[in-house]
């Protein structure tokens, strides 16, 4: 029904869509379908109903919750209020699906040349503000059989695309995946020994761009780790208020 209100029949008609998910979260589930004209495998990305319109009343109820139980402290503060913000925020965009749409296309052209990496392509056609189509790419879990059995040589490489990868988005694009976690990545192996393995990222709705007085105090921190600093290291996380100037010395 869902898609039926979103793509319509006519294009609905156009697809071969199985009935049965291939991954789904607490926002929303994804359908391997298959375009009937050209029999190419196509994604779909589609938000649970509703999903979108009750962030606020549950994050309102979330934050009356607490209030009521103290859980945070009997009259919570800025620093509260500002968490329950930034949840807000980082929940409307995981549900804006154009958003993503946007952001995946970003990802997908700036690494349309790096043989290390495959980014889905946006179907524009078959996407709306509600669903999200992207060409299947395969691969398998990171943590799956296949991955581990990988020679050792092999997946140590694969790391450290991931590192680039992540470096590249701090100091370069100044933007992150904020929700890094191995279901959104998959690794395809190279079919020939000459080949290259590659990282498939997935799911771009938790990428966020930031701000020049996060990033720099973060590249700092990354700087004074490369070169054994502690003192830059420290000097970063002060600023980013992952540690405080009144912790006791051993902690920070």
Same mark, same amino acid.
């Given at each position: 029904?869902?898609?039926?209100?979103?793509?319509?029949?006519?294009?609905?008609?156009?697809l071969?869509?199985?009935?049965?998910?291939?991954?789904?979260?607490?926002l929303?589930?994804?359908?391997?379908?298959?375009?009937? !004209?050209?029999?190419?495998?196509?994604?779909?990305?589609?938000?649970?109903?509703?999903?979108?319109?009750?962030?606020?009343?549950?994050?309102?109820?979330?934050?009356?919750?607490?209030?009521?139980?103290?859980?945070?402290?009997?009259?919570?503060?800025?620093?509260? !209020?500002?968490?329950?913000?930034?949840?807000?925020?980082?929940?409307r965009?995981?549900?804006?699906?154009?958003?993503e749409?946007?952001?995946?296309?970003?990802?997908?052209?700036?690494?349309?040349?790096?043989?290390?990496?495959?980014?889905?392509?946006?179907?524009?056609?078959?996407?709306?503000?509600?669903?999200?189509?992207?060409?299947?790419?395969?691969?398998?879990?990171?943590?799956?059989?296949?991955?581990?059995?990988?020679?050792?040589?092999?997946?140590?490489?694969?790391?450290?695309?991931?590192?680039?990868?992540?470096?590249?988005?701090?100091?370069?694009?100044?933007?992150?995946?904020?929700?890094?976690?191995?279901?959104?990545?998959?690794?395809?192996?190279?079919?020939? !020994?000459?080949?290259?393995?590659?990282?498939?990222?997935?799911?771009?709705?938790?990428v966020?761009?930031?701000?020049?007085?996060?990033?720099?105090?973060?590249?700092e921190?990354?700087?004074?780790?490369?070169?054994?600093?502690?003192?830059?290291?420290?000097?970063g996380?002060?600023?980013?208020?992952?540690?405080?100037?009144?912790?006791?010395?051993?902690?920070?």
């Amino acid at each position: 029904r869902e898609l039926q209100h979103e793509l319509g029949s006519r294009r609905l008609a156009e697809l071969e869509i199985d009935p049965v998910p291939i991954a789904a979260a607490s926002l929303g589930q994804v359908h391997l379908a298959r375009r009937r !004209s050209d029999g190419r495998a196509i994604c779909l990305k589609v938000q649970y109903p509703g999903v979108a319109d009750s962030i606020d009343s549950d994050i309102d109820a979330v934050a009356g919750l607490l209030r009521f139980g103290r859980l945070a402290g009997a009259a919570p503060g800025a620093d509260f !209020s500002g968490w329950l913000e930034a949840v807000r925020g980082m929940l409307r965009r995981e549900v804006d699906y154009r958003l993503e749409a946007l952001t995946t296309s970003s990802y997908h052209r700036r690494l349309r040349r790096d043989p290390r990496f495959v980014v889905p392509e946006v179907i524009e056609e078959y996407s709306t503000a509600h669903v999200l189509a992207t060409s299947f790419e395969h691969g398998f879990g990171v943590t799956s059989a296949d991955v581990e059995a990988l020679p050792l040589e092999r997946r140590s490489r694969v790391g450290r695309e991931f590192l680039d990868l992540f470096l590249r988005e701090v100091f370069e694009w100044r933007e992150l995946q904020t929700d890094p976690n191995f279901g959104n990545y998959r690794i395809r192996p190279a079919s020939s !020994s000459r080949g290259r393995d590659k990282l498939v990222l997935l799911d771009f709705g938790a990428v966020e761009a930031f701000p020049d007085s996060f990033i720099e105090p973060l590249r700092e921190m990354i700087r004074g780790a490369y070169l054994g600093d502690l003192d830059r290291v420290l000097q970063g996380a002060l600023a980013l208020h992952f540690v405080e100037p009144h912790y006791p010395e051993e902690a920070q």
